[in-house]
């Protein structure tokens, strides 16, 4: 079912409105974690054309995200995190997999690494659940980064080790050899990295983040793109 009111498709415009209607209270105290005021959240949704939260709204939010977090990553994680609360009004399990997703790669970005291994696991269970083997792929992919950060290496190998099979099973030479840029997994499928390797890496990335002056538009980008 498409997202818009009449049969037209949702649009960017649309979803920028909504963000707007936000930022601007309208949906203050109604989008809830149990999602309680499901009709009152739809009526709101109707206001601005919205029929039905579906994949390709959600993807529509995602794609906004993409763009802000590139020039402000707080205000993207803002917008992330409506997406993911609308996304859990969708009867498809894709859809709310791709709204958690979303929440995470915000939160990666911003470093809330804890937070963001959350919302992925999230991701990847909606994705199983859907049978988007490659989507949950993905989201272990990007996940990998952030069990590094928190010291969780064995589980960061196993996550690559997961993905690597998932991607070879699919012919996804793309996201293959995306996957062994990382430095988790090499061309032979084994894991590259010890965990010796991987708690150095670490620390690395303990110091690089007490030390180093993030800029939006340096290290964040830099991590996005790995992550998308």
Known sequence: MMSGMNGKPASQEVVRKLVHASAAGEFQGVVATDISNQSKIRELLQRYGVSDVDHLLIELFKQEVDRLIRSDAREALVVAELAESLSRLSADPAARGLGARTKA????????????????????????????????????????????????????????????????????????????????????????????????????????????????????????????
Do not use: P, T
């Open 105 to 228: 790669m915000a939160l990666h970005v911003l470093s809330s690494y804890a937070e963001a291994v959350e919302y992925y696991e999230k991701a990847g269970r909606l994705y199983r659940e859907a049978g988007r083997e490659v989507e949950m792929a993905r989201v272990e992919r990007a996940m990998v980064d952030a069990l590094i950060y928190l010291g969780r290496y064995d589980e960061a190998i196993r996550l690559a080790d997961e993905a690597r099979q998932v991607f070879v099973r699919h012919d996804e030479n793309l996201l293959l050899a995306q996957l062994a840029e990382d430095g988790i997994d090499d061309a032979d499928g084994e894991a590259e990295l010890g965990a010796e390797d991987l708690e150095r890496a670490g620390a690395l990335h303990e110091q690089a983040a007490q030390h180093e002056v993030r800029d939006q538009g340096g290290r964040d980008a830099q991590v996005f793109e790995g992550l998308r």
